[in-house]
């Protein structure tokens, strides 16, 4: 301990180092307060969204004259809710749609609106802590150890040094320590204090740290296998400057664009347009084959299945629903290929440990692309929920006023996955 | 000689597979200061780093207070102090935060009192205590490391061409502290090439040459203590 001790005297009268430390904890702190913003702001969003709804049905409820129109004209939030560690690595939140307002018409549409590409891999965009952690904090670990040895011997202390009973021990050691707990302490204090803030669960903001603590520790491994090396600071800081660059920026975009080649994924827009498509051509397709072929994917609904000559909602809905099985293979093999492609990327993080775990820490924080695609499958099951209780109208020409929007499927996570 | 605190026996030492120290046998007494001289590549640095425990010897044998530094470098390590031949010192630190420094390094617990002593007794004078060691001649520094020695308190000490860059003033005021610490009992190993200065302060003088003591003089008890002719002839053979 009084070597820590002492150590951790001699790193307070080092103005290089306590700068670099002091940098690194103003950007963790930044970062800590902008995730904590942009979940604020993603809360407040979907709160607003949730409560305008009531405000819309009463709108809805004065024109409302049908099962068909409240169908068609009422939409229906669904919302991904921010974990409680979503501020520390705000994933692909940032890209993805954190909430959606869905009708019961065709949804492959509403979903694929916003394209999403696989950013596990890509390179850094958004700033947050784990963008700290993996990006810069093995900076700060470079500057701080990267001439551990190399700075004592052009000093010309180092055989002095060296020569001190249980110098490796009460030296180097210690001194490798205090400046990883140094940066240890930059990033683990603001997020500690964000984890509060959050209401984070102590056993996943444990879990959290534990990564932060293995980017540390699998930094100073890096930098001290260089740093053992005779060779002179500059060399040192210079090779395990080109070794960050190849590993946390050079290697996993080629991976990504590896990967990306490997694992072809349909466009997400292209499928949106081809769903828009193919509904807009039911309008024009017979209406009884139209019929005949939504009737073959619910039977139980044929009693009540003939239309009149005009326009009848349940045509309308057929056809849209017709539409998302249309594309259904497509979106399958679009989830698929973005899934593959995110399992791709976990392997590719077993040789490119800092992208690894990069993922590790999006995935704690439920910010991943699984967590999106799992998403999009809530609000596949709930917008299953949605049509259904309309087709039940529609189909059994159950009357529907504005007092029956009550009864409407509210979009629950628990419930709809 | 009694209680011998280094023993070298027939030490062999390699570099990139060639012998730079090939059977050199040495023994130092407490109190004893030795000088060791030799031409550059001789093999004096050498024969420091192998008894610091830095390079592996391939034969022969080595013990410091009895103990092997290749099998016990730490006890070892506790027993020596170590001059490089430019002693540096933290200069963003002043000389008692560095003394304070290096001894807690050392595990060597020490008081102000007794620092401060140690500063007084190699001729530091109080306004440098508190001086910036970037700010210190190489005399100064010197000094700073002898007081650290000093306070370390180990029975041996090991010197790398101590007084090279001192002017002689500074010279003799190196020379007179290595005496000090002989009195009170250090041995003292030094390679130089400072024929004068060793003349002046040594016990015994080696001189190396082929990796080991080609020739050996010891001090007379009256002046001069050496026949410095012999010497010189001595040393401009070898180098």
Known sequence: MSNLAREFGFMLRSRSALMALALLAICASAAVALGLASVARDRAAIDRMIAGQATEERALAAFVK????????????????????AFAALGSRDIAPAMLRVRALALEAQIYENEAANPELALPGRFDLAFVVIYLAPLVLIALLHDLWSGEREAGRYHALAAMPGANRRLWSARVLVRLGGVLAALLLPFAVGALIAGTAPLRALGFAGLIGLVALLWTAIILIVARRGSRSAVHAASLAAIWFALTLVAPAGANLAINAAVPVPDGAALARENREYVHAGWDRPRDQTMRDFLKLYPQLAPGAAIPPTFHWKWYFAFQHLGDRHVAQQSQAYRDGIARRAELARAAGWLLPPAGLAQAMTALARTDIAAQLDYQMRIRAYHQRLREFFYDYLFSEKPFGPDDLADVPRFDPAIDS | MSNPVLVIDQLVVERGGRRIVDGLSLTLAGGEIYALLGGNGAGKSTTLFAILGFLARSGGGLTIGGQDPATAIEAVRAQIAYLPENVALYDHLTARENVDYLLKIADCRRSRAEIEAAFLSVGLAAPAWEQRAGS???????KTAIALAMLRDTPLLLLDEPTSGLDP?????????????????????????????????????????????????????????FDLNALHDGFARVR
Do not use: C, N
């Open chain 1, 66 to 85: 049908d099962a068909g129109s409240g169908a068609y004209y009422g939409f229906q939030p669904t919302w991904d809710a921010p974990s409680d560690l």
């Open chain 2, 169 to 225: 003033a500074a010279s003799a005021d190196f020379h007179a502290l290595l005496e000090t610490l002989a009195a009170r009992g250090v041995a003292v190993l030094m390679v130089t090439h400072d024929l004068l200065g060793a003349a002046d302060t040594a016990d015994r003088i080696g001189l190396i040459s082929g990796g080991r003591i080609a020739s050996e003089w010891s001090a007379q008890t009256s002046e001069p203590r």
């Open chain 2, 136 to 142: 210190f001649s190489k005399g100064m520094r010197q």
